[in-house]
């Protein structure tokens, strides 16, 4: 039995935290339907100061990341392909490479890094405070305050960064397919723009609903369960990243083989 009892507490501990996943996100969308029109303004306040936490800020992190993977990912191609008409394979490896696979991922990754961990430590905090229960007691739902803003504001901004991170990737990519074979960007867009398909654009927009939901309500879900001490914030945040870890390179493989395989 108490062989059993240990196999099935991680279970039991699984299912809770997926019934709890679920339960944040119908009620953030059912709260989300029954808005009223004065209390969109704050939303929108807190939704724009989420988008420029994670998007703005995080922009010159994901350019230059772009830039040196869009750079890196031809070098090593040209090393390896060097003799066998690489440069005709610029726009497949970009598209194969990048834009269907790393460009959403490490944007994932980074904002994972940066706005989930914070994200968590603040709910946190503001759980440690009475801050969320105050709300509750004042009449205002945190379900419409805090957790809707930072989902949309994550959404907004995953859009933005994997759109800048794949220019940014591109860019870097033509810079050495310009400095090696002397390619124009004319013949360079042209060998992107016929590799890339409207299945590659669906793929990308399905990651890019899923990362954010699952960085937001991750976060949310550690952020929240935090009861007692400050030292459970650091332990907080430190689960949020590897469940949102988990999450996103396992949807990414889920929709790679739903859309590919």
Excluded at 22 to 51: E, M, P
Excluded at 145 to 166: I, N, Q
Aim: charged share 15%.
């Amino acid at each position: 039995m108490a062989f059993l009892a240990r196999l099935g507490a991680p279970v039991r501990g699984f299912l809770e935290f997926l019934g709890d996943q679920a339960h944040l996100v119908l009620r953030t969308l059912r709260d989300a339907l029954v808005l009223r029109f004065g209390q969109l303004a704050v939303v929108g306040a807190q939704t724009k100061l989420q988008i420029r936490f994670t998007g703005l800020d995080a922009g010159v992190l994901v350019a230059g990341t772009a830039l040196l993977l869009g750079a890196v990912t031809l070098i090593q191609a040209f090393s390896q392909l060097s003799g066998l008409g690489a440069e005709n394979y610029i726009g497949a490896l970009m598209v194969l490479i990048i834009l269907r696979e790393l460009g959403p991922l490490l944007t994932a990754v980074l904002v994972i890094g940066r706005s989930s961990t914070a994200i968590a430590a603040e709910l946190g905090t503001m759980q440690l405070n009475g801050e969320v229960d105050a709300l509750a007691a004042h009449g205002v739902n945190p379900y419409q305050y805090l957790l809707l803003p930072r989902w949309l504001g994550v959404l907004v901004s995953v859009f933005a960064l994997v759109v800048f991170f794949d220019a940014a990737a591109l860019a870097g990519g033509f810079l050495v397919a310009r400095l090696k074979y002397g390619v124009t960007f004319g013949f360079f867009m042209d060998s992107v723009r016929q590799t890339l398909s409207n299945r590659d654009f669906a793929a990308t927009l399905l990651k890019i609903v899923f990362f954010s939901g699952a960085i937001t309500f991750h976060a949310c879900h550690f952020g929240l369960r935090i009861r007692r001490s400050q030292t459970e914030i650091p332990q907080a945040v430190t689960k949020t990243v590897v469940s949102a870890l988990v999450a996103v390179f396992l949807i990414d493989g889920l929709v790679a083989a739903l859309f590919y395989f």
